[in-house]
């Protein structure tokens, strides 16, 4: 076996290509567009590298074919808010074969130490953490735009390497062609009839005000539960919303009020993976034609649900009980929708499972976040789950 760092366009392109090589006869994997992962590796687009570094490895067997590829990375910013300096792996592709990923996991681990490094997180993203984060255990089936899928031996390489749970997650389904539970629909009735409450859906004529109050609750509601919270920027949600533009429905993007101030959001896209499963990662012209031809033939019939999101002092309102409610008139209008999936809610955030399983969601996939400490004998911690469940 050999190991090539990427560090051209030749070992871009096999970077790339490895993905499709391990998933060539997975009926499920949907291979992410190519431009999306170059931009999380191009310091021109990621603003991460404002505060880290990258370096990625492919790697060939004795006859030159692709057999995995692995990313490592250092936030700065984060890392050293730890109990020991935390860089991270991500992007690992590989064969069902112990000696291949532990060569993967061994180079990572070499470059984290040399740059100061005492454990690595994985499989996670350089970036904001909605996407490409997580490991897949359980719920093998279609995965939803920037989700974590991958080989269910993924878990046994991860676990005999050595590396344990920091934290689990759930991700959630919701069947939307059935009726609403009767309490969920008094409740959203009671609250959007209560004085000083106010729900508005996003619009492209008032995308920065919209923009920011949605920046404003992020950060307000993820800092009261997670530790080593990095604030969210309003760039990020511009080139978010730039990017998904061409499929976004304003009526997907809502903002809760009381008295005017903001309280709480919800965020959802259409599934862009239900039309990227046709395109293998590619968008030359005849793709966007493609492209154009399955958005118009509402080839999207399954929504992902983002985020959702309650600052503290307005929990338990029967907030989030009113989002779905004005998003079950939305599809009522929409009537191709059939179904959403909600991204995953990790165990640190009981509040919000309970919220996911009162509005009627199902769990049907499970993740796992790992770490792994490169001093094996120090105690190792999980990631402090609240006691109130």
Not at 20 to 34: A, G, S, T
Not at 64 to 82: E, M, P, Q, V
Not at 238 to 251: F, G, M, N, Q, W
Not at 259 to 273: C, R, S, T, V
Request: glycine share 6%; with cysteine.
């Amino acid at each position: 076996m050999k190991l090539h760092k990427v560090c051209d366009r030749k070992t871009e392109k096999m970077f790339l290509d490895t993905a499709r090589v391990i998933y060539k006869n997975d009926k499920n994997w949907v291979c992410p567009f190519d431009n999306d992962i170059k931009a999380v590796f191009d310091p021109s687009k990621n603003t991460y590298f404002k505060h880290g570094k990258v370096e990625r490895w492919v790697l060939t067997d004795d006859n030159n074919h692709l057999t995995g590829r692995i990313a490592a990375f250092i936030d700065f910013s984060l890392s050293n808010t730890y109990d020991q300096p935390t860089g991270g792996v991500g992007f690992f592709e590989c064969i069902n074969d112990r000696e291949a990923a532990f060569m993967l996991f061994d180079t990572s681990r070499e470059w984290l130490k040399e740059h100061g490094m005492e454990a690595m997180d994985g499989p996670i993203n350089f970036g904001e953490t909605d996407k490409y984060w997580g490991l897949l255990v359980n719920g093998f089936t279609h995965p939803s735009f920037d989700v974590p899928y991958n080989h269910h031996y993924y878990q046994e390489l991860f676990e005999s390497y050595g590396f344990r749970v920091y934290y689990k997650m759930e991700g959630f389904h919701l069947d939307i062609t059935k009726p609403l539970p009767e309490r969920l629909s008094k409740i959203a009735e009671w609250i959007l009839n209560k004085p000083g409450y106010e729900f508005h859906h996003f619009t492209w004529e008032e995308e920065e005000k919209y923009i920011k109050d949605f920046v404003t609750v992020f950060n307000e509601a993820w800092a009261s539960f997670k530790e080593h919270f990095e604030p969210l920027e309003p760039a990020y949600i511009h080139e978010v919303l730039r990017k998904a533009k061409p499929i976004v429905d304003e009526e997907f993007i809502w903002v809760a009020y009381f008295e005017g101030k903001p309280i709480a959001i919800y965020l959802m896209f259409p599934d862009l993976n239900m039309i990227l499963k046709h395109l293998n990662g590619k968008l030359g012209i005849i793709d966007m034609i493609k492209f154009m031809w399955l958005k118009k033939m509402k080839t999207m019939t399954r929504a992902k649900g983002m985020l959702m999101g309650v600052i503290p002092k307005y929990q338990n309102h029967g907030i989030e009980s009113a989002f779905i409610y004005n998003l079950q008139g939305v599809f009522e209008l929409k009537k191709h929708y059939t179904e959403i999936e909600f991204s995953w809610v990790a165990d640190f955030n009981p509040k919000m499972r309970k919220i996911f399983i009162a509005v009627g969601c199902v769990p049907v996939k499970n993740y796992i976040t790992y770490r792994y400490l490169f001093d094996r004998i120090k105690e190792y911690k999980r990631y402090p789950i609240p006691e109130e469940v």
